[in-house]
C-alpha cells in the first residue's frame, strides 16, 4: 500500500511540475502564442509584383507616411476567457470581510447567544408544598398569589402554579346532631401543590 501511494505522489509531482512550466512560459511571453485560426490558403492565382527602379523615386512618396497604428486586438484564447470569468465572478461573490471585522461579528455573535441562555437559564426550580389560594376581589381563589407564596418560602422571588388540589372545609356546626345543614356551612378551598419558581 505505501508503493502505491509513493507511485501516485511521484506521478502527481511530476504531473504538476509540466503545468507550472507550461503556465510559467505563458505568462513570460504573453504576447506570443498560436493563433486561434490558421489562415486558409487562397486558391487564386497571384500577380507578380512589379519592382520600381531603386534610383528613381516615385513623385507621390517624396515623404515616408506613417502608416496609422492598428488598434490592439482582443486575443480570444483561452487564458483570455479564463480572465473574463475571473472578472465576472468578482460580482457574483459576497465581499470578503477583514479579519478584524470577522472578530468583530464573531464577538456580536456570541454576545448574543450568551444573553439568549442567561435568559433561558435563569435560577429556578419546580418546588411543592400546600399553599391556600386566597380569595379574590371577585370571590374566585387567586392561585397566582398562593404560587407566589409558596415560591417566596423557598427562597424564589415568585411563582407560577403547576398542579393544585381542592378540599372542602366545614364549620363545627356540621357536627352538631339533628342540626339541619344549611348552604353556608361548608366551602371549597383551593391549594398551590406544586409551583414553578423564579
Known amino acids: 500500500m505505501p508503493d502505491r501511494l509513493r507511485h501516485l505522489f511521484e506521478l502527481f509531482g511530476t504531473q504538476a511540475a509540466a503545468a507550472c512550466l507550461v503556465l510559467s512560459m505563458l505568462a513570460v511571453a504573453p504576447d506570443t502564442g498560436w493563433p486561434q485560426a490558421a489562415p486558409q490558403p487562397s486558391l487564386s492565382v497571384q500577380q507578380p509584383a512589379v519592382q520600381a ?112 388540589d381542592s378540599a372542602q372545609t366545614c364549620s363545627a356546626k356540621v357536627l352538631i346532631p339533628g342540626r339541619q345543614r344549611k348552604p353556608d356551612d361548608c366551602r371549597t378551598d383551593n391549594y398551590v401543590t406544586t409551583a414553578l419558581c423564579q
Open 53 to 164: 527602379a531603386p534610383d528613381q523615386p516615385s513623385p507621390q512618396q517624396s515623404e515616408p507616411a506613417l502608416a496609422p497604428a492598428a488598434p490592439h486586438e482582443e486575443n480570444p484564447g483561452l487564458i483570455n476567457e479564463i480572465g473574463k470569468l475571473f472578472e465576472k465572478s468578482k460580482s457574483l461573490l459576497p465581499a470578503i470581510k477583514s479579519p478584524g471585522e470577522t472578530i468583530d461579528d464573531l464577538n456580536a455573535r456570541a454576545k448574543d447567544a450568551g444573553d439568549v441562555l442567561s435568559r433561558l437559564a435563569k435560577p429556578g426550580g419546580m418546588v411543592s408544598g400546600r399553599t391556600i389560594c386566597p380569595a379574590g376581589s371577585d370571590g374566585t381563589p387567586d392561585c397566582k398569589a398562593a404560587a407566589d407564596k409558596l415560591c417566596q418560602s423557598k427562597g424564589y422571588k415568585e411563582g407560577k402554579s403547576l398542579n393544585g
